[in-house]
């Protein structure tokens, strides 16, 4: 045991050596807004002159920007809206045409994916210590609520709807539309800007014509940033993120070269290009390599896969479990499961947590979303004497699954506190990496307790 005096010797962990790779993280934040922007000139100046009007007395033109996600569609509105409210606050002189506040609303359709709820939560952003009921009364009076509180306040806004396909939205555009001049003070605008990753969605009827006339857009469609365009963008990122001369060359060709094979994804690109700074620390070393890129790509796959998975519904994760204990009792010699082993291994988790017991068919179904994200490998196979079956293998390492997924269900999370003895809240790092250590041997199926 130590002595007092030994203890008292001991270094601060913050006082040791730590590779110095990072200066500004927030810089490489997907929500972080530039001073200026690359590779996008074209589609800021369509924006900037469609939001223009406003400095003569006019109204914005409505958008909807369409593109791939990572194509820079949040990015340029946040942009060309930052310089707008700065250019008005330099130029504030009496002859200036605008004679209200202005307030920027971002709302992603997402998790706001109804109309009250989006009014709502603008109401909230122009003045918090309004009390109204989330729900309980008609549409109609949460619209007349918002021009009061609009006329009220005498505020402009500028409402960003993203992720606009993920509701349906024909109402709300239509009254917000139509508020000018007729629900909300002379002088005052609504500015909407619709954002959404489906290409089509002004020409595949999910916005009625009347709603179209009212709105009247300007579409712009964000085309896929190539490579070129990517490292400029990761470029102009890394001199504010980075501590200088840590990036060895190779580093951001390959992380532009990557976001540029998936749809010119520049979020890819500059997640790719943090975590692989990331890595380096990780290793304890002072410069970031391409080999640290290609791990990093690893971990972003598996991330990636882990947030996929989290959305999926219960039986689902049941039944991911169940791969993975029965992954974990085949003999050493199987390179497989098959859909039978795995099937009498749900039946019998499902009954220890009363749960539903899915037919075969549908567990097959399952078996089959879960190889189409890549999550299991399992082909049918024909071949046996007992029919088509599927050959089911594990794609991802067992432990990140554990630790990311199951942990969040208290029920998945208490069989496998039972099943192999730990408590995963309490200790997750110390459970065992199932994916390359299968120990049990094959045995009778029985309830765990």
Not at 63 to 68: A, I
Request: include cysteine; hydrophobic fraction near 40%; aromatic fraction near 6%.
């Amino acid at each position: 045991m130590a002595s007092k005096g030994e203890k008292g010797n001991k270094t601060n962990i913050f006082k040791q050596d730590i590779p110095m790779i990072f200066k500004n993280l927030e810089v490489m934040s997907p929500q972080y807004v530039p001073d200026t922007l690359v590779a996008r000139d074209n589609v800021i100046t369509e924006v900037r002159n469609a939001l223009s009007p406003i400095l003569i007395g006019g109204y914005p033109r409505h958008l909807v920007f369409q593109g791939k996600s990572g194509t820079g569609k949040t990015v340029v509105i946040n942009y060309v809206v930052n310089q707008l409210l700065e250019y008005l606050k330099e130029e504030n002189t009496d002859d200036r045409k605008i004679n209200s506040d202005i307030l920027y609303v971002e709302i992603n359709c997402e998790e706001r994916n109804t109309t009250i709820r989006v009014i709502y939560d603008i109401i909230q952003k122009i003045d918090d210590t309004i009390e109204i009921p989330v729900v309980g009364m008609a549409t109609s009076w949460y619209f007349d609520r918002l021009w009061d509180v609009i006329n009220t306040h005498h505020v402009s806004l500028f409402i960003i709807l993203d992720e606009i396909d993920k509701m349906d939205a024909n109402n709300l555009l239509y009254n917000l539309s139509r508020a000018q001049n007729r629900k909300i003070d002379k002088g005052l605008f609504i500015g909407i800007v619709a954002i959404t990753n489906n290409t089509r969605y002004l020409t595949e009827g999910r916005i009625d014509a009347r709603v179209l006339s009212s709105l009247n857009p300007l579409s712009i469609v964000f085309s896929p940033y190539d490579a070129d365009m990517l490292r400029e963008i990761l470029e102009q990122r890394a001199v504010d993120a980075f501590v200088p001369g840590v990036l060895d060359d190779l580093v951001i060709p390959l992380c532009a070269a990557r976001g540029a094979n998936e749809h010119g994804d520049a979020r890819l690109s500059l997640s790719l290009l943090e975590t692989a700074g990331h890595v380096a620390i990780q290793h304890n070393v002072k410069k970031v390599l391409e080999e640290h890129v290609k791990e990093a790509e690893k971990k972003n796959e598996v991330n990636a896969m882990i947030d996929v998975l989290k959305k999926q519904p219960f039986q689902s994760k049941l039944l991911l479990l169940c791969v993975i204990y029965q992954w974990q009792l085949r003999e050493p010699e199987e390179n497989y499961l098959r859909t039978g082993d795995v099937y009498e291994q749900y039946k019998l988790f499902s009954m220890e947590l009363e749960k539903e017991v899915l037919g075969p068919t549908r567990i097959s179904g399952l078996l089959s979303e879960l190889d189409y994200l890549n999550v299991i490998d399992a082909p049918v196979d024909s071949s046996g004497e007992r029919g088509r079956t599927r050959k089911i293998m594990i794609s991802i390492p067992v432990r990140e699954i554990i630790e990311n997924i199951i942990v969040d269900d208290d029920l998945l999370r208490d069989i496998v506190e039972k099943v192999w003895g730990k408590t995963i809240t309490d200790n997750p790092i110390k459970i065992p990496n199932l994916y390359y250590s299968p120990k049990k041997k094959r045995g009778k199926q029985t309830h765990i307790h």
